[in-house]
């Protein structure tokens, strides 16, 4: 999971709070226990200051996991870190919600606020 893949680009309205919500449907990893794939939806949702996202560079970001073999939790948390530093936004928070495999579901949720 390459973060430097993540480009931003200046918010022409650093002085409004206003909401930007991604949601890729389409996500997939690896579990590293059993090597069986994972699909899940990942949702961010997040309120910028200077800077947004790229979908583009986001998509490809995602991209990066889709052979990885790593557990939802650390997906999720992962996502956030590498968000938060790349955006610097005022809160952010990324939802995963995960298919079922063995008749259980999951979803892992985690947010972020500046304390600016």
Known sequence: ????????????????????????????????ITGLPDFGT??????????????????YYFFEFRNAGIFYENITNKILDDLVDALQPRSLSVITEWKARGGITETVSVNYKSSH
Do not use: H, Q
């Open 42 to 59: 990942i949702t961010v949702r997040y309120v910028p200051d200077k800077t947004c996202i790229e979908l583009k560079s986001l998509k």
């Open 1 to 32: 999971m390459k973060k430097e893949l993540l480009e931003i680009f200046d918010n022409t309205y650093p002085d409004r709070d206003y909401t930007i919500e991604i949601v890729n449907p389409e996500f997939t990893s690896v579990c590293p």
